[in-house]
């Protein structure tokens, strides 16, 4: 024989297909691995029949295990399975999202190709309600309720007013050199050398046309070199040279730039962050 490795691949999936199909048919509820394997195999002696389409059997993996026949981190894990054949029209991909999407599926599909006895579904019990609880899945990070993440702690922080001139929306993510952003916004734009939003990494402030907003700035971290954006004040935040020539470049460029006095920063509250929200 001279088999390639895609063929090696389903040769593995097939022998621990039926490793769980018996398991199935004594009784046992599988584990992720076993359930996976499972689908997988059916699907593929399915495909290799050449009775069915990829929109069939895509509906089909959907049924042949319910919830009472894996255990109950498996209903939430296994949340996609792909399968790869060749039909009589080419080769494609079967994709089936939440395989186990019922409480019965159907044991005869399931042990398939196997010539195993379907055993009574009463064989497996269903689990109790509370096994398929958020907090009780593999890798549940179960956060202090009512507690608080203070992001960007001991940093300085500055505050502005943000006037948005524009004629659309302005979007600003959270790790934009805010010196750098739109040109279209009207703020003290020396003051924000150096500064982003004072808000979550991955979320944004938007700005809609004719907005003024008071915004929080928080100092960048790391080794404090500002790139990219509209290269403005490309360098060492510590380089005295890039803030000598930045009016010089905000009015080059076209940049609304509005000196705004000083105020306390010492008042300025730290951002902070509900712990669910944290780690959602």
């Given amino acids: 024989m001279h088999l390639t490795p895609k063929e090696l691949d389903k040769l593995v999936i097939s022998q621990v297909g039926q490793l769980a199909q018996r398991r199935l048919a004594r009784g046992v509820k599988l584990n992720q691995t076993e359930a996976t394997a499972l689908i997988a195999s059916v699907l593929q002696e399915l495909i290799r029949d050449g009775n069915h389409s990829v929109a069939d059997l895509m509906s089909l993996g959907k049924t042949i295990l319910g919830r009472r026949h894996v255990l ?46 379907v055993p009574d579904k009463h064989v497996f019990p269903h689990a109790d309600p509370s096994e398929y609880a958020p907090e009780k899945q593999p890798g549940a990070v179960i956060p202090v309720k009512n507690a608080k993440i203070v992001l960007n702690k001991d940093r300085k922080r500055i505050q502005l007013k943000v006037v948005s001139k524009g004629d659309r929306p302005i979007q600003v993510g959270s790790h934009y050199h805010f010196v ?25 402030v938007r700005f809609e046309p004719g907005d003024t907003k008071t915004v929080n700035l928080v100092q960048i971290g790391g080794n404090q070199i500002i790139k990219g954006g509209n290269g403005l004040a490309t360098g060492s935040l510590h380089d005295s040279s890039i803030a000598d020539s930045l009016v010089e470049k905000l009015q080059k460029g076209g940049f609304h730039h509005t000196p705004e006095p000083a105020g306390d920063s010492a008042h300025l509250d730290m951002f902070t962050l509900e712990r669910e929200a944290y780690i959602s």
Avoid: W
């Fill in 72 to 117: 109950p981190p498996v209903v939430n894990s296994l949340v996609e399975l792909q399968v790869e054949g060749t039909f009589p029209s080419g080769t494609y991909l079967v994709t089936v999202h939440h395989p186990i999407s019922s409480d019965d599926g159907d044991l005869e599909k399931a042990l398939y190709g196997s010539f195993l006895p």
């Fill in 180 to 204: 750098e952003t739109n040109p279209l916004l009207d703020f003290d734009r020396v003051r924000a050398l150096g500064y982003r939003l004072d808000i979550a990494a991955g979320t944004s």
